[in-house]
């Protein structure tokens, strides 16, 4: 398994791919930082770095579909699935070190933005703990919105298809908590609580808050689990109907 995480993460940093996202993503993020100081008035005393992620989430999950387009619809497109299901390894063990090698690389793309904070920390105070707290949340949401991902490339077979149907969904998800704000949902409390329980936006504003709460947690870990499993179901059953 680590031979193919191997090879895919060298797909990723042996070519501009990876370069340009990580530049894309880092000049969105310098941009929200820029705007967010010009912003502040001469009275406010502290800026908010997780308000970064929180407030231009749209523009970071745009990101993660172009990440994943390729990753198994490539190999459809080039002919070499085939040998891939063929080989020694699992249908489970190779979309793992798919998912972990494009993990890896969007880990590699929030790490490049901790210039920002470490380097506005020589000249002012910067709050450490709600930060740290910021990243892991939106870590996990990245870690949910890759295996969404991933399972679009592996059932449509097409990158390009995959990437615009990977922005509707996970731009989708941004929609929740607004479908959960509106009178309609809030006339009726058990639909509001399950809506605010499935949105991930209202659980990052935890991790934004500086509060680690182990129920977001293993929501965000137990979906992931969930969609890669339904990764490895398609897949496998494709490869049993090519057999």
């Known amino acids: 398994m680590f031979s193919l995480y ?38 406010t005393l502290k800026f908010s770095f997780p308000n970064i992620f929180y407030d231009n989430f749209f523009f970071f999950i745009f990101i993660i579909p172009i990440l994943t387009m390729r990753s198994f619809a490539d190999e459809r ?14 249908v489970g063990r190779i979309v793992l070190a798919k998912f972990l090698s494009i993990l890896t690389v969007f880990a ?13 920390s020589f000249s002012g105070q910067v709050m450490w703990s709600p930060l740290i707290c910021a990243y892991l ?8 919105c890759i295996a969404v991902g991933m399972l679009l490339s592996s059932l449509t077979g097409n990158a390009i ?10 731009e989708g998800t941004l929609l929740v908590d607004q479908i959960g704000g509106t009178a309609l949902v809030n006339a009726y409390p058990n639909l509001n609580s399950a809506i605010s329980w499935i949105s991930m ?11 680690f709460r182990l129920e977001d947690l293993i929501f965000f870990l137990s979906a992931t689990a969930v969609v ?13 109907s090519h057999s």
Do not use: H
């Open 6 to 43: 191997k090879k895919e993460l060298q797909s990723f940093f042996f070519s501009p791919f990876a370069y340009v996202l990580t530049a894309l993503f880092m000049l969105i993020f310098s941009f929200a930082f820029i705007t967010s100081i010009a912003s502040i008035d001469s009275n």
């Open 161 to 170: 298809i995959a990437a615009i149907l990977g922005e509707i969904i996970m």
């Open 137 to 144: 949340g939106f870590f996990l949401w990245g870690m949910v």
């Open 108 to 120: 590699v793309m929030m790490i490049a933005t901790l210039f920002f904070p470490i380097y506005t």
């Open 77 to 90: 497109k080039g002919g070499t699935e085939v040998l891939l299901l063929t080989s020694p390894l699992s």
């Open 228 to 240: 890669i499993c339904w990764n490895i179901i398609a897949i496998e059953k494709r490869r049993w």
């Open 201 to 211: 936006q209202r659980r990052f504003v935890f991790f934004s808050q500086g509060m």
